[in-house]
C-alpha cells in the first residue's frame, strides 16, 4: 500500500483538499483530528500535559488556546509539547494504516501538516502539496477567530517556504481557484496515485 502524505503552510486549504479526498472514498489520517481526540476527556494526551503545562489544562480536557500561548515563541516549550503529542499521534497514524491496509486500500494518505519541518517525508512514498497565492493565504488565516498579525507571523516563522515545500512535493493542488477546479486537480493526482500503487503492486 503506498503512503501519501498531504501537506502545506497554514491557511493553504489543506482542510478543504482531505474533506474532498475522503469524499472519493480514499482512506485519510486527520492529524489535527487526532490531537483534539487526544485533548478531549479521556484523551491519551490530556494527563502528561497536565504534568507539563499544568495552566492549560483547568479541567478534564486540553485548554487549546492557553496552550497556545504558553509556547508560541518558546522554543524549549515547543519541544517539551511535541516530545509529549508526537509519539501519541504517531502510535494513532501506525493504527489507521494497518486498517487501511487490511481493508486493501491500494493508498492511503496521511495528513502530516509539518511534514517539511520534521522528518516525515522519509516514511511517505508520495507527498501532495497544497498551496495558495500568499495574500490568499494571509486572507484566510487573518479571518480565524483569535488570529492575529502577530501570531499570524509567528506561525509562519515556524513553517518551510511555501516555495520549498512546492518544489520538494510530488503533486501540487492550488487552492487559489474555484472549488471545482480544485476538485479537477485532486481527481487528477488521484487517478495517478492509483496508477503507481497498481504498478507497484504488479512490481
Known sequence: MLKVALTGSIGMGKSTVGKMIVARGIPLFDADATVHALYAPGGAAVAPLRKAF???V???SVDRDILSRLVLGKPDEIKKLESIVHPLVGMERQNFLAEAEARGAPFAVLDIPLLF???GRAGV???IVVSAPAEK???RVLARPGMTEEKFAAILARQVPDAEKRAGGDYVIDTG???AETEAQIAEVLA???KRA???DRA
Open 198 to 200: 497498481e504498478g507497484k
Open 125 to 127: 512514498d508520495a507527498v
Open 192 to 194: 495517478d496515485l492509483l
Open 58 to 60: 483547568p479541567g478534564d
Open 137 to 139: 493565504q494571509k486572507a
Open 54 to 56: 499544568p495552566a492549560a
Open 177 to 179: 481557484v474555484s472549488l
Open 117 to 119: 519541518e520534521g522528518k
